[in-house]
């Protein structure tokens, strides 16, 4: 059972904080993304990887960077939160570039005040 | 550029209608379709993939090219239906990422 968790529930931020979301998956999945999800916009893709210490942009990167140091974790930065920025940050694992499916964790409830 | 449209953001029928979710894509190539559902309090997940041609929860979705259309469709909508629905389409021979609809919320009343 492909398990991919992230760090917090919940989380309420200060605007201009350096935020950091963690996300872990335990089967050895080639690929991971983030998306945010927000009503009416659906989810959109900020970043994805499909290496250890490879990235490629979404399609809304600005304002958010990731780090792939170990093939299980990929990690979410705001490196300047804002308050545009709240939203709901789900994370998601492959297990190679023919495997469609994707497995969602159960997602990050992001506040900024 | 790939687009995935959902028309309908809010679906309400009564427990035994049939049900319909609209799925319309823009794409040149041939890409694979997929249906997403989220529960309320749970993860999103796959519900099914057109290439399967399975029937999941009573739930089917035909690939319609020349209309571009992957419609979800279920003849008897049950309580437990109630969800938030994402089409999603990976563009031709195979790709990491997946191009998201913006969601269908169907709500099954009793």
Redesign the interface.
Known sequence: DVK?TQSSRYLVKRTGEKVFLECVQDMDHE?M?W?RQDP??????IY?S?DVKMK?K?DIPEGYSVSREKKERFSLILESASTNQTSMY?C?S?LS??A????????TRLTVT | AQRVTQPEKLLSVFKGAPVELKCNYSYSGSPELFWYVQYSRQRLQLLLRHISRESIKGFTADLNKGETSFHLKKPFAQEEDSAMYYCALSPQGGSEKLVFGKGTKLTVNP
Not at chain 1, 40 to 45: A, H, P
Not at chain 1, 100 to 107: A, N, S
């Open positions: 991919v690929n993304f998306y009416g916009l659906g989810l959109r893709l994805f499909y490629e979404g789900l998601a492959s570039w023919t469609y499916e994707q497995y969602f964790g159960p997602g």
